[in-house]
């Protein structure tokens, strides 16, 4: 009666985990789509800053409007800084998210192996 009780909290952990581990792919999704985000949209404002940043009317109403203009100046600064961080932080993702992808498919692969192994070991039947 104790060996029924163990194997099925150890089916019932095995498949605890696969869901885990689906749910993690799944989200795998959204953080993609986020970096993907990071590497169109950074770039962007960057440039618009830059080319704020560089334009000749720009520079001279930052000249003639004192404070408004040095703040300004200051905010677009920001922006690119934050952009290149966020363009840095989307390649790592998307980096890290691409082995995320080889490494659950090389899991899943193993999984199904020994699922089939077991199942032909003991003569059950695979689900």
Known sequence: M?????????????????NFIERIFELRRILLSISVSALVLAPLATG?????????RFYAMLQN??????????LLGVI????VVWIATGVKQY???????QKYKEYQKQKDEIDRR??????LEED
């Open 2 to 18: 104790m060996d029924d009780k163990e194997g099925l909290s150890r089916i019932d952990i095995l498949s605890t985990l696969d």
């Open 48 to 56: 618009l800053s830059i080319f704020l940043l560089t334009h000749p």
């Open 65 to 74: 409007e004192h404070e408004f203009g040095t703040i300004l100046g200051i």
């Open 80 to 83: 690119i800084s934050v952009s």
């Open 95 to 101: 980096v890290t998210l691409k082995s995320w992808d």
């Open 118 to 123: 077991i199942a032909s070991d003991y003569g």
